[in-house]
C-alpha cells in the first residue's frame, strides 16, 4: 500500500514538471480567482463567526432555532450555530464551525461527521448573483438552484437522524475578554485557514487544465467530472451548454456535490480530529445523484402530463 502510494506521488511529480507552463499559469489563475472571488467574501465572515462563536452566540441562537432544528436532525441544539451560519455564509466555512465547537468539547466527533454530512451549502451571492443573474440571467433560477441545494441538504440531514449524537458535559472555558486580543486572535486563525483554501484551490486548478490538455471527452462528461473535481471550473464550463434544461441540470449536480476541492479543504482544517472522510464523500455523491434524478424524474412527467393534456384538448 505505501509502495503503491509512493508511485501515484512520484507519477504526480513527474506529470507537474513536465507541464511546468500548466502549473505556473493555473496558479496564477487560482490565485487571482482566490482573492477576485473567495477571499473578499470569506474573510469577513470567518473573523465574524468566529468572534459570534466565542462570545456564546450559538446559545442566543439556540433559544430562537435550536429546538426545532434538534428535532428535525435528532441532533444536539449546541448545533445550531453551524447550521444557520453554514447558511449566511458558505463553505467550507462550516468545517471551521464545527472545528471551533470541537475544540470546545460543545460536540463529539459522531456530531461532527453527521454534521459535516449535510452543511456544505453555496454563496447565497455566488448562487444567485454569479449562476443566476450572469449566466441565466435570471433571479428566480438562481433563487432556485440555491433553495434545491438547501433541500438537498436538509434531506440528507433527515436521512442521517438515525445516526447517535451525544451531549457533551458543558465545559468552563476561562475567556480573554479584550476585544482586540479576540480580534487579532480571530485574523490570525482566518489568515490560517485561507491559506488552506487557496493551497486546494491551485492543486485542483492545475489538475483539471492537465487533464483538459490531454483529453478530448464530451462537454458533458467534462461538466460532470468537473463538478466532481473543483466547482468555479465546472460552473465555466457548464455556462458554454445551450441547453438550458440541460444547463440547469448539470449546475445543480455541481452545486449539491461541493467538489473534492472543498471537501478536502474541509479535511485539511479539521486534520486534528478522526473524520469519517469516506463516508462524507460518498453520501454527498450518491445524494447529489438521487436527487438530481429524482427531479429529472418529475421534470419529465410534468412534461408527458403536459404533452397528453395538449393532445387530448386538439382531439377534443
Known amino acids: 500500500m505505501k509502495r503503491l502510494k509512493y508511485i501515484i506521488i512520484t507519477i504526480i511529480f513527474i506529470v507537474f514538471i513536465i507541464n511546468l507552463d500548466i502549473v505556473i499559469s493555473s496558479t496564477k489563475d487560482a490565485t487571482i480567482l482566490f482573492f477576485n472571488k473567495l477571499f473578499v467574501t470569506i474573510f469577513p465572515f470567518i ?99 440555491y433553495f434545491l441545494t438547501l433541500l438537498n441538504n436538509i434531506l440528507i440531514g433527515l436521512f442521517l437522524r438515525k445516526d447517535k449524537s451525544n451531549q457533551l458535559e458543558k465545559v468552563n472555558i476561562i475567556k480573554d475578554n479584550n476585544l ?27 489538475i483539471l487544465n492537465i487533464i483538459n490538455k490531454y483529453t478530448k471527452i464530451n462537454i458533458i462528461l467534462k461538466s460532470i467530472i468537473y463538478s466532481t473535481i473543483e466547482i468555479t471550473n465546472a460552473i465555466n464550463i457548464i455556462s458554454t451548454i445551450n441547453n438550458i434544461h440541460l444547463k440547469f441540470i448539470l449546475t445543480l449536480f455541481s452545486l449539491t456535490i461541493s467538489s473534492l476541492s472543498i471537501l478536502f479543504q ?7 480530529y478522526n473524520i469519517n472522510k469516506k463516508r462524507i464523500i460518498i453520501t454527498k455523491l450518491l445524494f447529489s445523484l438521487l436527487f438530481i434524478l429524482l427531479l429529472a424524474l418529475i421534470y419529465f412527467l410534468i412534461e408527458v402530463t403536459s404533452s397528453f393534456n395538449t393532445i387530448t384538448f386538439i382531439i377534443k
Open 180 to 206: 482586540f486580543i479576540i480580534l487579532k486572535k480571530s485574523i490570525l486563525k482566518a489568515f490560517n485557514t485561507l491559506s488552506i483554501i487557496l493551497g486546494n484551490l491551485i492543486f485542483f486548478t492545475i
Open 47 to 145: 473573523i465574524l463567526s468566529d468572534i459570534l462563536i466565542y462570545y456564546d452566540y450559538h446559545i442566543f441562537l439556540n433559544k430562537i432555532f435550536g429546538k426545532t432544528i434538534s428535532k428535525l436532525f435528532n441532533i444536539d441544539k449546541n448545533t445550531t450555530i453551524v447550521f444557520i451560519l453554514s447558511i449566511l455564509t458558505s463553505q467550507p466555512c462550516n468545517s471551521l464551525y464545527i472545528k471551533d465547537l470541537l475544540d470546545k468539547k460543545i460536540i463529539d466527533i459522531n456530531t461532527a461527521n453527521k454534521l459535516l454530512c449535510f452543511t456544505y451549502f453555496p454563496s447565497i451571492s455566488f448562487v444567485i448573483g454569479t449562476i443566476g443573474l450572469t449566466i441565466f440571467n435570471s433571479f428566480k433560477i438562481g433563487l432556485l438552484l
Open 266 to 272: 474541509s479535511f485539511s482544517i479539521l486534520s486534528d
